[in-house]
């Protein structure tokens, strides 16, 4: 009896789904004001398993049937959905979307470091303070506060990325034979010698 009931409607089913003819459903997602296209908006049948999302350029291509309703999504954009109609003389329809911003505003939040706002003053009035940075008679600082704030400031890109390079080169230079002996530099005497002159190494106060 199950066996009959199944030779029943399997033909049914498969007669419906051939009356419904594929459609190859394509076209083009813009924002509201149809000037930039939307990459990245989901498009789906829902319950069908079927769906893409469109490109960088806003494209979508999937395949439909007659009838079913398709979803177009995306956040920050209002939800639309687009119904294949039935009876398509052609097996393409082609679209142009425009999705409309989906303005949501929400309550106010105020983000503090501390529980509460006692805690936070009690942090406040807990901190250790510096002395005031000491400035000229012109209006800048003066020397010996930039050379305090220049020993405590970290290294820059500029500078990581040659210690960096610096560090590559002595890994090569391990690897394919040994480092070269500086003191038979002639480079590098050079390069001292002109540290002498310019008094890199007399001790500063």
């Known amino acids: 009896m199950l066996f009959c009931l199944v030779l029943v409607f399997k033909p049914t089913q498969a007669q419906d789904q051939q009356e419904r003819k594929v459609i190859q459903l394509s076209g083009i997602i813009l924002n509201a004001d149809s000037t930039d296209a939307v990459p990245g908006v989901n498009v789906y049948v829902p319950k069908k398993g079927r769906g893409t999302s469109s490109g960088r350029f806003g494209y979508f291509s999937m395949p439909v049937l007659e009838g079913d309703s398709v979803v177009f999504s995306f956040i920050g954009l209002k939800r639309q959905v687009f119904s294949v109609p039935d009876n398509v003389a052609d097996d393409k329809i082609s679209l142009i979307v425009t999705m409309q911003e989906d303005e949501i505003a929400l309550a106010e939040i105020e983000v503090m470091p501390y529980p509460s706002e006692d805690e936070f ?10 002395a005031p940075m000491t400035v000229d008679t012109r209006g800048s600082l003066s020397p ?62």
Do not use: C, H, V
Not at 162 to 175: K, Y
């Open 144 to 205: 010996e506060t930039l050379l305090r704030y220049a020993e405590n400031m970290p290294a820059s890109g500029n500078e990581n990325f040659r210690g960096f390079q610096q560090g590559q080169i002595m890994q090569i230079q391990d690897r394919y034979g040994p480092r070269p002996f500086r003191l038979l530099d002639p480079f590098a005497w050079s390069q001292f010698i002109q540290s002498i002159k310019r008094g890199d190494l007399k001790k500063k106060d």
């Open 121 to 130: 003053k009690r942090a406040i009035l807990a901190m250790n303070y510096d």
